[in-house]
């Protein structure tokens, strides 16, 4: 914390609420604000399971709209929906224990491999997707599985939700797309209630295990839905690609950063 004058000035809050408005304008239109709070939450000098947990319950408020959003498509594969809620309570719920029974020490030297996989994975989403709109022009789409494989795959997936998330609601874009759904709108419906689901039970793991810093959450939270909000004049002046490029550089930039500190 800087002094000027015999005053001390929070820059690190200065910095978390400049991230997390960022963040909320970046989940709203690309994807990828954990990239940039998470690491301002580990900035203000929070240990590093608290930082991951003040950032999953700082960004699940924002995640409720969405359930209101793809209601209509959700009716669509009623018979799937409850399950894919069951699989994100369980994955969530597992992965949330696991956080929390992690040593600090532990955590922070898997952060950055965890940033560079959610980066990887955030990249490869454009592409893949691009091949399986291409696979389904050129082949017979396969049959839907059982909802028992879908209902297992998503567990684990839904575990790294609950342990750290980033990337994972392309996981199950690709893994419904894989097995044959071929609508975005229900199959985003089905991520959105997986993923909610997980990252609605480590919220409540998270605060009840007292893991959660509120006086910076609440700041996140606010800056967040503000940017939100603000996130649709960005997404009519500023093309996709740019913004996924950004968020593709940042999350890469914050691997290496990390990389490099826990050398």
Same mark, same amino acid.
């Not at 690491?39 to 991951?52: D, E, Y």
């Not at 093309?239 to 050398?263: D, S």
């Given at each position: ?14 910095? =978390? /609420?400049?991230?997390?408005?960022? @963040? $909320?304008? +970046?989940?709203?239109? #690309? &994807?990828?604000?954990?990239? %940039?709070?998470? *690491? ?39 018979? =799937? /929906?409850?399950?894919?809620?069951? @699989? $994100?309570? +369980?994955?969530?719920? #597992? &992965?949330?224990?696991?956080? %929390?029974?992690? *040593? ?160």
């Amino acid at each position: 914390m800087l002094v000027l004058a015999g005053t001390s000035f929070p820059w690190q809050s200065v910095w =978390l /609420v400049i991230a997390a408005f960022l @963040a $909320g304008v +970046l989940n709203a239109v #690309a &994807g990828g604000g954990s990239f %940039l709070l998470f *690491p301002a939450l580990l900035g203000t000098g929070m240990l590093p399971v608290q930082a991951n947990a003040t950032n999953t319950v700082a960004l699940w408020p924002g995640q409720l709209t969405s359930v209101y959003a793809y209601r209509r498509d959700m009716r669509k594969n009623s018979r =799937l /929906v409850l399950p894919m809620c069951i @699989a $994100g309570l +369980l994955g969530g719920t #597992a &992965g949330a224990v696991v956080l %929390l029974h992690t *040593p600090q020490s532990t955590f922070l030297h898997l952060v950055p491999w965890l940033l560079l996989l959610a980066a990887t994975l955030f990249a490869l989403s454009r592409p893949v997707l691009r091949w399986i709109e291409h696979r389904k022009l050129t082949h017979k789409p396969p049959q839907a599985p059982r909802r028992s494989l879908i209902f297992l795959l998503t567990v684990f997936i839904c575990f790294y939700i609950g342990y750290f998330g980033a990337g994972a609601g392309f996981l199950i874009i690709t893994l419904l797309s894989l097995f044959g759904f071929e609508d975005l709108n229900e199959i985003n419906a089905l991520k959105v209630a997986a993923t909610t689901m997980a990252n609605g039970i480590a919220f409540l793991i998270f605060v009840v295990g007292g893991e959660v810093e509120w006086r910076y959450c609440l700041l996140a939270m606010v800056a967040c839905a503000i940017g939100g909000y603000a996130s649709a004049r960005l997404a009519r002046n500023v093309p996709q690609p740019v913004l996924r490029g950004i968020v593709i550089a940042i999350g890469f930039g914050m691997a290496a950063w990390f990389f490099w500190k826990t050398r």
